[in-house]
């Protein structure tokens, strides 16, 4: 028996769906939860779980042929149709389990000399700041961070920033193509270039990229190597994720773990990288196409970036606060990030801030601190918006996707006026 996607009887594609209020019905999220942080882990439509449990199913009624002898031989397919998504190449492309994932395979894998000097973006995702400050500890590397300018308001300016950053001892940039507590659309095309010019590497952390932007890996033509979650926008099952690298690097770039076939090939050492369930790769695909029914990927990106432009206008507008990026979407994909009113920021007398990060409890057991405004729109208001901070100051980061409409964001802006004005 096959365990490919196709190996189950079929119904995607299907008829077209309709995005917005309806839409909802798809997802099994609480009916009374405002949902405005897809852009953190996803949230996965009830067929692709309902699809998932039948393949598990499936998968166990030989576990050996289900995960080894026909789920090696399915992810390599089901990798080439994801990379036809990404516009990779799909020699070059494989799944790995998320963005951290592939960000350490990279960093733990490029020739690198004691003293060379590794940038990351100010405004990066800590997990991958931490990555390089291992990755310096073990390999006597230097990371060091670029200062985004905040506002921004043109994409020269960032393009700036990068070159001004540059050294004589600076041999990797570790470029964000989203930025993700201030959820900018970076212009990497053209950091790429002028690195490159510098002599300096570019590898991306697209970790949001894949089905926000178009044809996501080519987009970073000319990085050595680029990672991005499948399980955010394209909405899969969490734990799949997809590396890609450049023409002549599929034999430096190794799993961030070794298994059986070392130096066979890139596909081979990413397609399997020890036992695990592979659901989520085999049925990354089903999610692309599923995703694809809301009248096409073009028109979900076409919606979803409309809503979010309109609604960060409206935000800055009703909260009487002064953009962080331009208004007019040049820099935004599905997400915005929105500085909260001055009474809610800690140098105005609002709460102190505090980070979403496990620390231990009392018990010994890790508890993720809640931000207290985060805390009352959860509690008092039933939205789930992340609650950012950057710089001392505190911003909501929403996000938008098929299954939103546009009162929502109405409603979060009650939401915190309310909270604001207490
Ligand atoms: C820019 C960026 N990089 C890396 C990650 C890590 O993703 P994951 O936790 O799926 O590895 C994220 C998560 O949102 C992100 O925003």
């Not at 590397?141 to 994409?155: C, D, M, N, S, Y």
Request: with cysteine; aromatic share 6%; glycine share 8%.
């Amino acid at each position: 028996m096959a365990f490919s996607p196709t190996s189950l009887e079929s119904d995607w594609p299907g008829p077209p769906l309709e995005p917005g209020r309806q839409a909802r019905s798809l997802w099994a999220m609480d009916p009374e939860l405002t949902f405005l942080n897809h852009g953190s882990f996803g949230a996965v439509p009830t067929p692709l779980l309902e699809r998932a449990a039948s393949f598990r199913t499936a998968i166990e009624r030989n576990p050996v042929e289900g995960v080894w002898r026909a789920g090696i031989p399915g992810t390599r397919d089901a990798a080439i149709e994801v990379a036809d998504f990404l516009g990779a190449d799909g020699a070059r492309a494989a799944f790995i389990s998320n963005a951290t994932a592939g960000m350490n395979a990279m960093l733990q894998s490029l020739p690198m000399e004691p003293g060379d000097e590794v940038l990351h973006v100010d405004q990066g995702y800590n997990a991958v700041w931490q990555t390089l400050v291992q990755t310096g500890r073990r390999r006597d590397i230097v990371p060091r961070k670029v200062e985004l300018p905040l506002p921004v308001r043109t994409t020269a300016e960032v393009v700036s920033a990068f070159t001004a950053a540059f050294t004589d001892r600076t041999r990797l940039l570790v470029l964000d193509q989203i930025t993700s507590p201030t959820a900018l659309v970076l212009p990497i095309r053209e950091i790429i270039d002028a690195a490159t010019e510098a002599g300096i590497r570019t590898i991306v952390d697209g970790a949001h990229a894949p089905g926000m932007i178009d044809r996501a890996a080519a987009a970073a033509e000319g990085a050595v190597a680029w990672t991005g979650n499948l399980h955010k926008w394209p909405c899969a099952l969490r734990g799949a994720a997809v590396i890609t690298v450049a023409e002549g690097f599929e034999s430096i770039i190794k799993p961030p773990v070794i298994s059986h076939h070392l130096d066979q090939s890139f596909a081979a050492e990413f397609d399997w990288q020890g036992t695990h369930d592979p659901t989520p790769w085999l049925l990354a695909p089903d999610a692309i196409r599923f995703m694809d029914r809301f009248g096409g990927w073009d028109s979900v990106r076409r919606r979803n970036h409309r809503m979010t432009v309109d609604a960060h206008v409206m935000l800055c507008d009703r909260l009487g606060v002064e953009p962080i990026c331009p208004l007019d979407g040049s820099m935004t994909g599905f997400m915005a990030t929105v500085e909260l009113p001055a009474s809610l920021q800690p140098e105005h007398g609002g709460p102190p801030l505090s980070s979403s990060n496990a620390v231990p409890g009392p018990d010994g057991r890790p508890t993720i601190g809640l931000d207290p405004v985060h805390r009352r729109l959860l509690e008092d208001h039933r939205i789930e918006v992340p609650v950012v901070t950057h710089d001392q100051k505190r911003f909501v980061r929403f996000s938008v996707h098929v299954h939103n409409h546009d009162e929502e964001y109405e409603r979060l802006a009650d939401a915190i006026l309310e909270i604001a004005s207490a």
